[in-house]
């Protein structure tokens, strides 16, 4: 017996009408909801009280597409005072956050469309590493979808697509446990933010430029062999180094980045 009753969720404002909620606020609002509705429904269904929303058995709760082949929610970015350093421009915000997301999902050398996002990979191509590595947690909770329902997930901007969420970039961002026993690497560093300790490098084993930080282990009087090696690769002079560090991997094994604990000269 399939039966569907339809329910509706609607937020309005105490006083007044709205027209967007804020998305973090929203969202975990939203996420409650879903939650108590699974536990009411579990309840109408099985006569049984649990306080676990994922325990629902015989029935299920989803979205409903407002159009026909998809599901699609309107986002609103609202800026309340003016970036620390990029123009508030649609173009550069939207390339911004493209290069960001296909980053942290595995295309490590998305390239940038606009001026100002061109200029902070060349000066600081490790930000946005150090970046995708903070979004890792919460792009694994974002491909729940991707992963049990197969759907893929489409961000856009207004007439355009930036970045696809699949199963790809589910596999990229969905990590195993780090190897506790150091390896050793050779090649040579080809960025290094001397402030963060986030830097790139080649890695001859790997046969590809990959990114790398210093561990909390990381001995510090190494540090000068970074910038080195860093300063030999821009001059083309002297600059491999050996690695001692544990590989992080994606779900597939590809080398997502390296917790580097020394280096010295090769």
Known sequence: MDREFGLKLRFKGERHDIDRLDLYDGSDSFHGFARALSIVVHAYLNDEVTGRATALKGGSLAFGAPRRGSVL???VAK???????????????????KVALARATGDLDAAAQTSYVQKKLAADEPFFDELGEALE????????????????????????????FDKT???????????????????NMTRFNTQTGNGRAYIKS?????????????????????TWSLHGSNVSTDKDLVFSGRKIVSATGETKRILLDNCWKA
């Open 73 to 75: 929610f309107d986002l």
């Open 79 to 97: 800026f309340a005072r003016s970036p620390k350093s990029a123009p508030v421009n649609a173009d550069t915000f939207y390339d911004f956050t």
């Open 169 to 187: 970039t589910s596999s990229w961002v969905h990590t195993r446990d780090e190897n506790p026993t150091p390896q050793e690497f050779r090649g």
């Open 137 to 164: 947690g919460s792009l694994q909770h974002a491909h729940r979808s991707v992963d049990n329902e197969s759907v893929v997930v489409s961000l856009e901007r207004p007439r355009a697509a930036l970045v696809l």
């Open 206 to 226: 790997i046969r590809r430029i990959v990114p790398v930080r210093k561990s909390d282990s990381f001995i510090d009087g190494s540090k000068s062999w970074l």
